[in-house]
């Protein structure tokens, strides 16, 4: 069965001060591992995905990287419009054409001023 | 701007009624998933459809719960009869099978069984 667990559950940060997201996973073969962000009341929104270890991925403050074992997501110089929940998820290549994900709990990030 | 549309936002109801959400996918994306939010367990994938076939309903609960599309632009998730653990935000994605494999999720259905 596939497993997804992400740390910290919450993370406090100052505004610029960067710091990284945890997600750990056992899958049997990895098609893809995907960072959707999501903010209160709201469905998740897409950020990237990583398909092979040493794989990277940048957006703006965000910088995803991926191992055999794990996940990172990297904040640099974080905003308060960075606060949101941040979800790691897995798409095994048992699934087939179906696309299913499976996901971590979250990190709720909170950035101050 | 395409997106995921689901309605209601909200419901609240009780015990033992009768619950359907609704989801309209993106146009052109072939495939559906239903989700459901808690506190305590995540995001769990309740049923997903390919084609409008369902492939997976493994997650729900089969007494009470069922997953249709009776058309490429229309998904329902019922509920019946709902009970209060029940109580959740529901989602509904949808995807495209051969492309980065990238699911759209709508702003969910906040369900309260009182």
């Known amino acids: 069965e596939d497993q997804v667990t992400q740390s910290p559950e919450a993370l406090r940060l100052q505004e610029g001060e960067s710091s990284s997201l945890n997600c750990s996973y056992t899958?049997?073969?990895?098609?893809?591992l995907f960072w959707y962000r999501q903010d209160p009341g709201k469905g998740p929104e897409f950020l990237f995905t990583?398909?092979?270890a040493g794989e990277e991925k940048e957006k703006e403050r965000l910088k995803a990287t991926l191992t055999k074992k794990e996940s990172f997501l990297h904040i640099t110089a974080p905003k308060p419009e960075d606060s949101a929940t941040y979800l790691c998820?897995?798409?095994?290549?048992?699934?087939?054409?179906?696309?299913?994900?499976?996901f971590g709990t979250g990190t709720q990030l909170k950035v101050e001023l | 701007d395409a997106r995921v549309t689901q309605t209601p936002r909200h419901k609240v109801t009780e015990m033992g009624q009768e619950v359907t959400m609704r989801c309209q996918p993106i146009?052109?994306?072939?495939?559906v998933f239903w989700y459901r939010q808690t506190m305590m367990q995540g995001l769990e994938l309740l049923a997903y459809?390919?084609?409008?076939?369902?492939?997976?309903d493994s997650g729900m609960p089969k007494d009470r719960f069922s997953a249709e599309m009776p058309d490429a632009t229309l998904a329902t998730l019922k509920i019946q009869p709902s009970e209060p653990r029940d109580s959740a935000v529901y989602f509904c994605?949808?995807?495209?099978?051969?492309?980065?494999?990238?699911?759209?999720f709508g702003a969910g259905t906040r369900l309260s069984v009182l």
């Open positions: 994605a949808s995807g495209l099978t051969g492309t980065r494999n990238i699911q759209y």
């Open positions: 998820a897995v798409q095994s290549i048992l699934t087939g054409g179906g696309n299913k994900l499976t």
């Open positions: 459809f390919r084609n409008r076939a369902p492939l997976d």
């Open positions: 146009l052109g994306h072939n495939t």
């Open positions: 990583l398909y092979s």
């Open positions: 899958v049997s073969g990895l098609r893809g």
